[in-house]
């Protein structure tokens, strides 16, 4: 394993962390640019909002199925090649759709069908990269790189989701045509990594079958209380927030307001995590985790008391961006303690214990958020996913063990 860094200056002077950076953004933004103009694609094809809701839905259904397994597997093999072939895999299959929509020839059961298989190599091996960073970057530093990446993930999400938008209106097909470019710039760029396979007990592992590397990771995350919160917590908060996302923008197709204009709303709680990005990158080796994530999640409440109860839609929009900026805290504090404490080589595993649970709630958003708009309406939609959110900060404030968390200088000595 690399030596950790003891500066987050020299971030910027190891060549693997900018190949890694390179890989991991361009991912991310042929990822980010293709999502809206798929919800968009879909209900050109089929005239259904329903349709096009299902079509995210199952497209996330096979990210995140796939992505329960992709962990363990992305431990025990070569993670540089996984990045080299998931990368591969998005060139070949977006292009496709691209391609076969430019000659018209695009069906909605061929859109189904490649933007699924896309989405679950995604899940399998996408989660190369995030396990891949714990090797290039040490315990102390590990928050504020992934406070980094959260405002790279930030800032690529508020300019993919109207560029997407004003590609689309451009030509339906220029999303999916640059979604293919980038990922064959993360397959170029994976390239400049070392070996990725980071298993410090390679001998031991090769004696374990995949079944018990499988179940190791599940097993290392059910035995930790804060783990066990954390996750519980977030996967209802992920499916509130993420079902008030969905239900803005289908409602906002349903009404065919312009695609750029929708891009532009999904934009601005971009904004907002950007600028708590900006805050995390600040205070993540300072600040005590715990108390902060706690004040995170009930800013978020506040943010979102006025969603529910109003109706008007500057409102909603306002809110919305507003509920953007604890998100970076979260996630390069609480998150980041998790990652720092895990072992290296299970980072995989670990990834999903952490990420799958939520990441499966929130892909039955998109459809329940097309079906509850059609029967009950918009302001009754929002209140339904708003009430788990509600649900997940009360886990969150009433938990002693999520509190007492300590600041990273503390990390190496405090117990997860």
Not at 62 to 72: E, H, K, R, V
Not at 123 to 128: D, H, I, K, S, T
Not at 309 to 320: D, K, M, P
Not at 367 to 389: C, D, E, H, P, W
Request: aromatic share 10%.
């Amino acid at each position: 394993m690399m030596a950790e860094s003891t500066r987050s200056e020299s971030f910027w002077k190891n060549p693997e962390y900018l190949s890694w950076f390179t890989a991991d953004t361009a991912s991310a933004v042929g990822l980010s640019i293709k999502t809206l103009s798929l919800s968009l694609l879909g209900y050109s094809v089929s005239g259904s909002l329903v349709s096009a809701g299902w079509l995210g839905t199952l497209s996330l259904v096979a990210q995140q199925g796939l992505s329960i397994f992709g962990g363990t597997y992305i431990d025990r093999h070569d993670r540089k090649r996984l990045i080299a072939f998931n990368a591969l895999a998005g060139f070949v299959l977006w292009g496709t759709i691209a391609i076969l929509g430019l000659v018209n020839h695009l069906s909605f059961t061929v859109l189904i069908v490649l933007s699924v298989i896309a989405s679950a190599i995604n899940g399998f091996l996408g989660g190369a990269t995030d396990a891949m960073l714990r090797s290039i970057i040490g315990v102390r530093n590990y928050p504020k790189a992934r406070s980094i990446n959260e405002g790279r993930d930030s800032t690529v999400n508020m300019a993919g989701s109207p560029l997407s938008g004003f590609l689309y209106s451009l030509h339906p097909m220029l999303p999916f045509f640059t979604a293919s470019f980038m990922y064959a710039i993360a397959g170029i760029a994976a390239f400049g990594l070392k070996t990725g396979n980071q298993q410090i007990e390679k001998t031991q592992s090769d004696r374990k079958s995949y079944g018990q590397d499988f179940l190791s990771g599940w097993k290392w995350s059910l035995k930790r209380k804060t783990v066990v919160l954390s996750v519980s917590a977030a996967s209802l908060a992920s499916f509130g927030i993420n079902g008030i996302q969905y239900a803005i923008q289908l409602d906002l197709t349903g009404k065919r307001v312009n695609s750029t204009y929708i891009g532009l709303v999904g934009a601005g709680i971009c904004l907002g995590m950007i600028a708590g990005s900006l805050i995390a990158n600040k205070i993540s080796n300072t600040a005590p985790v715990g108390k902060s994530v706690c004040l995170a999640f009930a800013c978020i409440s506040l943010f979102m008391i006025p969603m529910v109860v109003s109706g008007n839609q500057l409102v909603i929009i306002t809110c919305n961006s507003l509920i953007g900026i604890p998100f970076p805290i979260i996630n390069s504090l609480l998150v980041g303690f998790i990652f720092a404490k895990a072992p290296n080589q299970m980072q995989g595993r670990i990834g999903v214990t952490l990420t799958a649970p939520s990441q499966m709630a929130a892909a039955f958003c998109s459809a329940i958020a097309g079906t509850l708009l059609t029967a009950i309406g918009f302001r009754a939609t929002v209140m339904v996913f708003s009430s788990t959110f509600f649900l997940g900060t009360l886990m969150i404030l009433t938990s002693r063990s999520i509190r007492q968390i300590p600041s990273s200088a503390h990390w190496e000595e405090a117990v997860l």
